[in-house]
Antibody, heavy 120, light 110 residues
């Protein structure tokens, strides 16, 4: 049974970096048949896909246009997890952040969600 | 911000059939598979329909999906009280090169 466990702070100051980690059990971040995604949800922006990392003989990353200049998603094969870093955050980045697995472009397993507030 | 458009609300009495629409464009629904998610209050979204009309194991056959052109639909037949939730459509968008979501529809069981 695949499970995703999120960790990271719930409060980030404006202009700083938001960092979250998603631990994987029951599957591998190096899987050749899945992509590992970050998605966020806020009342103002709804559900918003942020980006993904996946392995197909080498590592690939894709990022949403809206955050492309500020985002990094990294796999960590030694810990079987992947991470999200979002730089230069503003209050607009306040949201519930989810990690999710996508075997065939559908998000079938989700993390529990992390409410992140950007405030001083 | 959402690229796919859904009606904000839908409702029905127990046992009725409810249909939710999702409008997109040629770069997403018009050329890609559509997925549907159900979100209960305070929980993460749950995959309900994938590849436009396929149900994951454990999803009741009361839920069905379809698409025509640049629009997709989710139908709930035999509506039950536990179906009261928010529903979102989603698809890959070739122009944006990313996943896009619908605006969401709140289903109320009267």
């Amino acid at each position: 049974q695949v499970q995703l466990q999120q960790s990271g702070p719930g409060l980030v100051k404006p202009s700083q970096t938001l960092s979250l980690t998603c631990g994987i059990s029951g599957d591998s971040v190096s899987s050749n048949s899945a992509a590992w995604n970050w998605i966020r949800q806020s009342p103002s922006r709804g559900l918003e896909w942020l980006g993904r990392t996946y392995y197909r003989s080498k590592w690939y990353n894709d990022y949403a246009v809206s955050v492309k200049s500020r985002i990094t998603i990294n796999p960590d094969t030694s810990k079987n997890q992947f991470s999200l870093q979002l730089n230069s955050v503003t209050p607009e980045d306040t949201a519930v952040y989810y990690c999710a697995r996508a075997p065939h472009d559908a998000f079938d397993i989700w993390g529990q969600g992390t409410m992140v507030t950007v405030s001083s | 911000q959402s690229v796919l458009t859904q009606p904000p609300s839908a409702s029905g009495t127990p046992g009725q059939r409810v249909t939710i629409s999702c409008s997109g464009s040629r770069s997403n629904i018009g050329s890609k598979a559509v997925n549907w998610y159900q979100q209960l209050p305070g929980t993460a979204p749950k995959l309900l329909i994938y590849s436009t009309n396929q149900r994951p194991s454990g999803v009741p056959d009361r839920f069905s999906g379809s698409k025509s052109g640049t629009s997709a639909s989710l139908a709930i037949s035999g509506l039950q009280s536990e179906d009261e939730a928010d529903y979102y459509c989603a698809a890959w968008d070739d122009s944006l090169y990313g996943h896009v979501f619908g605006t969401g529809t709140k289903v109320t069981v009267l």
